[in-house]
DNA sequence: GATGAATGAGATTTCATTCAT
DNA sequence: CATGAATGAAATCTCATTCAT
């Protein structure tokens, strides 16, 4: 009857499965749960989805995507590396403080027996460390940053990104999201910027 | 019947359902798996606790106790703030590449059904940040460390240094445990020391 | 769109259900199946059945009434009781070595709960056995048969059939079908027959 | 509290399976159904068995060795081929028609999605004819049978006791266990005996 | 203390059948 | 006629917890 719920069904699912899985986890995110989350029945879960596992897969599939493309288009609008870095920086606090339910599904578990997290480490965790470990990359070939490990960079960059947006996401407010991008930014740029440039 | 074997059962439990949560969660460590890793029968563990919740509970609360006073114990051994914030690096990348079980309950799992995040997040996590956090405001006062965020400092220390390990314990060896040391030292330092100290 | 395609509905699900429940019996062959085999909806079933149940009965029903219709016919044009016989046995692996999941569905699948086994035997296996004894019982007024137990003789005529009908199709090839025939002819007409005829 | 409650719950589902499996088959009994047979919970199934289909091995490897061994013990009491043959359709009309449901578990179908047909052909079907062609095999070695076909007559020998006997089971009593029995042993022994012997 | 058989609630998955289009 | 999304009941299987021994 009303238009909102005739949406796309398939995409219904695969929100819901989101928000009931921020909870606590693919585990314990129960397909009873999500059929009354998506606001249908159990039995056409399995219409979209061969599994609840294949569902999962799903989600993260095409919120890994998005991410990505997301990601790209904010990021290359910016010329240095330095101003690539402060981008990626910014994107990462914008993406992960709004869409709080991506956030868990994504970053916020080591491991779940229905989505391993080597896998989310392979496929999503670790290409996006890597696509920041370029960008520093870049700015040291370009003489813009200093010769640092890249690697252990990009890596501690994305840790304590993680560290404090989880802070925020259970509500411990020690903090504004501005705060903690600034002391973030000038952890970084402090150890990697030539004092000229 | 044999001595060895009798003692502590309670003991025995405990470490066995550490051992069973590190592969999966608190949630997938099944009573039947526990028992059999402790070699002792499913109903015993309701003689020592409870329920598998109090278990778990009892798990994260003693090994919380046990990892504080080791903390302590290691970082006070330092006597300036500079000191005693390279023993935390030290002594968290030593505590974490050995016992790599309890690294996985304390720190690795956002949420769980069993266990919530919450909680371990503020039996835990938050009282570790705080330590650190501690450390910094010593040192700022002290006139040894700049004046920095030092909340955000700390979560970003306590976020990077947890990001690589995990990328360790997954067997991603992209750096030794030194070269991810020494990379993390000096971010940290860079921004917070004095020149003149 | 095409006629070919067109050509009766009806039939061509007749057929998907044959092919679909010999694999596995009534109960397992499924509507979703069922169609895809048929290469038409799940919905469209139910536009010329009232459930799976009467369709399965249908399916029993009209290749019973092929089968006894090609039956009476090879049969009758034998004139003594012996040519009888021996075209009962000859129709009988002709048709089913032939046809082999109708084999299955009239035969093979004794008792389901979707058609249940009294039901197949007592509207096809039993009014098959009878059809054989009354041959035989013809042969035995005319003196061309000795006087046997007709009625035991035709259901072990038809348990033997089956028998060595199944083996092979199940791939047990220790004979040819041939030598089978022959064994099965030698061992009823040394029993039957009259030494004069 | 009852005596014969206490007795092993193992053999009792065993029993159960039996039972409702010989209603519908394999597919059809459910755990539901044979737990409330076995007068317990469905749960404790899968304290004795890992799987719905590991129990129905069970039942029929258990079932086929109590056959067997009861065959080759009843079997080889005697002495020339004549008796032996004699004594295994004494023997299987004995045992079908007194335990009925493993007649139907053994015997009664071609084919379950649970135990497919192929595996009871493979082991205990084909196994059994080929145990009856051995004696036929002997007396034709030992010139008390004719040079038959040893093959196609074991297999009819077994069709044509299994096909009377369903008759029985479903309630078609066209005849006495004795009056078919009878018949089979005349149709045998008239193509196989030599006169003079 | 210690065992492990037994329970029962609940999870995932399947599938005949219906119904809006 | 025809489709296939949607339902809901039921089936298999899991597991924390209890309890007689």
Redesign the interface.
């Given at each position: 009857m009303q238009e909102t719920i005739m949406i796309d069904m398939r995409e219904r699912i695969i929100e819901a499965a989101i928000t009931v899985a921020a909870?606590?986890?693919f585990?314990?995110a129960t397909t009873k749960e999500i059929a009354r989350e998506a606001g249908c029945s159990e039995g056409i879960i399995y219409h979209y989805f061969t599994s609840k596992h294949e569902l999962f897969l799903a989600v993260i599939r095409e919120n890994a995507e998005e991410f990505f493309s997301q990601l790209k288009l904010e990021v290359n609008a910016g010329e240095t590396a330095g101003e690539r870095l402060e981008r990626i920086i910014d994107f990462h606090f914008h993406y992960f403080t709004g869409k709080i339910h991506i956030f868990?599904i994504l970053f916020?578990?080591?491991?779940?027996?229905i989505v391993p997290?080597?896998y989310v480490?392979k496929t999503i965790i670790?290409p996006y460390q890597r696509f920041i470990e370029r960008v520093i990359v870049q700015g040291i070939h370009s003489d813009e940053f200093h010769q640092?490990?890249s690697?252990?960079?990009s890596?501690?960059?994305?840790?304590?990104?993680?560290?404090?947006i989880?802070?925020l996401h259970?509500?411990?407010k020690?903090?504004t999201v501005d705060?903690?991008k600034?002391?973030?930014k000038?952890?970084?740029f402090?150890?990697l910027v030539n004092k000229k440039s």
């Open positions: 909870r606590w986890g585990t314990q868990q916020g578990k080591t491991g779940d027996a997290f080597p480490l670790l640092l490990n690697n252990v960079l890596s501690s960059l994305l840790g304590m990104m993680q560290f404090n989880i802070k259970f509500g411990v020690d903090n705060e903690i600034n002391t973030v000038y952890l970084i402090k150890s």
